[in-house]
């Protein structure tokens, strides 16, 4: 068994080299610009550890952690062109750097090019991996629709369960695959795939949840962003959403005004009424809820609990930072 | 065996119930729309027919060509946004009835359905039958670019080979690579299977040809387009390269002049100098030494004659039009 820094070091040991031909340079560069900025590569070292939480590291286990990692970039290239993102990972987004046509050609064969690793895995098991992959595949996809209809909504007209629902496919079932990935290829049964992958699923919402937080009352310095970020662009997040249900007319009515007419002093008036309607408070206790049912998930898979230690920990890292 | 005809409307009574699921409808629709605007389903026929050449329909080609159908609609609405076309079929594109962003969804979560087609083969043949389609798939994708990089460049610049690879790239591999999984499907050796491909990859060469020749010197009204509508636009065409190789100086400055200057008269005059530096004779021939080479490879299967014919037939008529 390892830790989630040392599969990390054996991931990027052979997927850091270049992973596509040279020519066509205008179709192949774009797509390996994306790779080489960066990125924590988490959601690779998932489906390695869900591999390691049933049995020894398999050689298809890299196979199915360079798919998932091409297919994460993969959307962050096409997400980009559409939420016309000027910068990701501090960079610029591949469509600014080259056109959109470079970038939405470069994303299509990054995703052709994740099939061709799934193809490679030799095992009795490729036909059921290709079938997660591909649940969780067209689920991230209805998760960037389900955003870009919300968007166009007002946020009083967002209904929390479908906000939650959105939030899950867009960012948590790709976590959520690719720990069920590893643990197909592990050997692990039906039953603790299922709590993987349920576990993965609610440390997402969690995490997300925790984000939005931060973004409002973390410490700025620690957090490395500007504190109220989403607030000045009117961002639809936990807090928001939950803000508008729980507060008074008046104070909604204030939210509302200060949206719509963006003053100076912005952030910390929307902050204070986060704060008079308890939606801090409730963030807290609703991403503990989900931490909760991730760790219960965690504990219901039937292997030694010594093996759950690196995703424990994980979790733990991802869940309780201030920053 | 079945003739064209026939297997088209087997083929069309499977694929033509609605494909995706209902919701979200912003993410389906498109994707539905390009699907019911037509299209004339030549390469999921032809994958039916590769199959019928080597044994009995069996049910997996029309997973195969489900598969396939999807992957040229993916292409056609992704090559749209890149080529800002606003016509497909004679019908708004995806991106102009919607937008930019509902069709670069649309496109990606029809790629995803290929290859939940491709998983739900359950012979033995699915990982050869899934290399085969990411081999096409990502050339399809190389020559989308080498289009995009040779419209880039001035007409005397491009290589005549690089051309007429990036057409090959383009519009032939796939025509080919459906052939060849019909005939892995249907238990084609190795052998048969390279001549097959061949076959398909010829074919759509020589029908490049025609239609460049067709939009040049074809009878207007049967050919149902505007004669000349490629010199109109200085498209880079077979005809427009060759002629720049052939002509004398004098001819080729006549030619730039018109296509820096575009009178009215400039079609005919383009045709003009076509038919002096005799490039209408050289088109004939080099449909004719494409086609020849696709017969050649057809011969070259090692099966009954009497199983060709419906290939024959479709090559027939697909090389002989007029209009």
Redesign the interface.
Known sequence: MHSFKELLEKFEQQFGKRQFPEK?A??YDPAQYILGIGGKRVRPVLCLLGNELFDELHPDAYNAANAIELFHNFTLI?DD??DKAPLRRGMPTVHTKYN???A??A???M???C??YL?KI?SKT??KL??VF?KA??EV??G???D??LEQMLPEQVNYADYVNMIALKTSVLLAASLQLGAIIGGGSEGNQHHLYEFGKNVGIAFQIQDDYLDAFGDPEKFGKQQGGDILINKKTFLLLKALELCSPAQKAHLHQLMDTNPDNKVAEVLQVFHDCRVDEWAEKEKERFSQAAYEHLDAIAVLSARKEPLKDLAGFLLTRQH
Chains 1, 2 share one sequence.
Do not use: T
Request: with cysteine.
């Open positions: 066509p205008n179709l096409h062109i559409m959109d046509a470079a939405i050609l994303g299509d064969v995703l052709i090019h099939y061709e193809n030799n490729r036909q290709v079938n591909n595949a067209r996809c209805e960037q629709q389900l870009m209809d």
